[in-house]
C-alpha cells in the first residue's frame, strides 16, 4: 500500500543547513509535499515539487526529488530557531490535498 | 480573517456522547478535507469533498461518523457513541489547488 517514510528527529545548530529526508513507495505520485506544523498549530504548506521535476528552490528551501528511488528531501538553508517545528512529507495524486499520504513526520530541533 | 476556521478548538467529552465539529472553510475554495491526527503521527485522510457532495469516504471513516456539507460551504463532522480511540486532532483543509489547513480541533474521549 501507499506508505511515506521519514526519519523522527533531527537537531542542527543555528545557521547551518537542515536536511530532511523521506521515502515514499507510491510510483504514481504526481505531487510530493513539505509542510511545517507548529505546537498548537495546523499544517502549513511549505513547498511542493511535481513529480516530474528534480529540483525547486524557494528562498532558503531547496527540495530535492529521486523519482527512481522514490526519495524526497527537504533543505532548509541558514536555519533559525524560529524553524523548530514538526515536518511532514506528503504524496498525492492530485492537488488540493486530495487523499494525501502524510509521513509522521521529522521533529526539527534547532540550537542556538 | 480568511484562513480556514474549525470550531471548536478543544472538546473534552465522556465516552458515548456524541460530538460535533465544524469547518468554514476559504470562502472561493469549492474542495473540503477532514483528516484525523493522533500523536506523533501525521495526517490521515478521512473524507472529502467538492461543494455539496461527498466524493470520497475512507475506510477510517466508521458508521459513528458522518460528514456533511449542506450547502457547499461549511461542513460538519460528527462523531456519535463516541469511544477513547476516537481521541486525536481533527483536521479540515480546503483548497482550490494546494491545501490550507485549520489550527483543528482537538477531541479527548475520557
Known amino acids: 500500500g501507499e506508505d511515506v517514510e521519514q526519519s523522527l528527529f533531527l537537531s542542527v545548530r543555528e545557521g547551518d543547513s537542515s536536511v530532511i529526508n523521506c521515502t515514499y513507495t507510491d510510483s504514481s505520485s504526481t505531487y510530493l509535499y513539505w509542510y511545517k506544523q507548529e505546537p498548537g498549530a495546523g499544517l502549513q504548506l511549505l513547498t511542493y515539487?511535481?513529480?516530474?521535476?528534480d529540483m525547486k528552490q524557494d528562498q532558503r528551501l531547496t527540495v530535492l526529488l529521486n523519482k527512481k528511488d522514490k526519495h524526497l528531501s527537504l533543505r532548509i538553508a541558514d536555519t533559525q530557531t524560529g524553524d523548530s517545528a514538526i515536518y511532514f512529507c506528503a504524496e498525492s495524486m492530485g492537488t488540493g490535498g486530495f487523499k494525501t499520504i502524510f509521513g509522521a513526520g521529522t521533529r526539527l530541533f534547532v540550537k542556538a | 480573517d480568511t484562513g480556514v476556521s474549525q470550531d471548536p478548538r478543544h472538546k473534552i467529552t465522556k465516552r458515548g456522547q456524541n460530538v460535533t465539529f465544524r469547518c468554514d472553510p476559504i470562502?472561493?475554495?469549492?474542495?473540503l478535507y477532514w483528516y484525523r491526527q493522533t500523536l506523533g503521527q501525521g495526517p490521515e485522510f478521512l473524507t472529502y469533498?467538492?461543494?455539496?457532495?461527498?466524493?470520497?469516504k475512507s475506510r477510517l471513516l466508521s458508521d459513528r461518523f458522518s460528514a456533511e456539507r449542506p450547502k457547499g460551504s461549511f461542513s460538519t463532522l460528527e462523531i456519535q457513541r463516541t469511544e477513547q480511540g476516537d481521541s486525536a486532532m481533527y483536521l479540515c483543509?480546503?483548497?482550490?489547488?494546494?491545501?490550507?489547513f485549520g489550527q483543528g480541533t482537538r477531541l479527548t474521549v475520557v
Open positions: 469533498f467538492q461543494n455539496e457532495a461527498q466524493l470520497e
Open positions: 470562502s472561493e475554495h469549492n474542495r
Open positions: 483543509a480546503s483548497s482550490p489547488n494546494e491545501a490550507f
Open positions: 515539487i511535481f513529480s516530474n521535476m
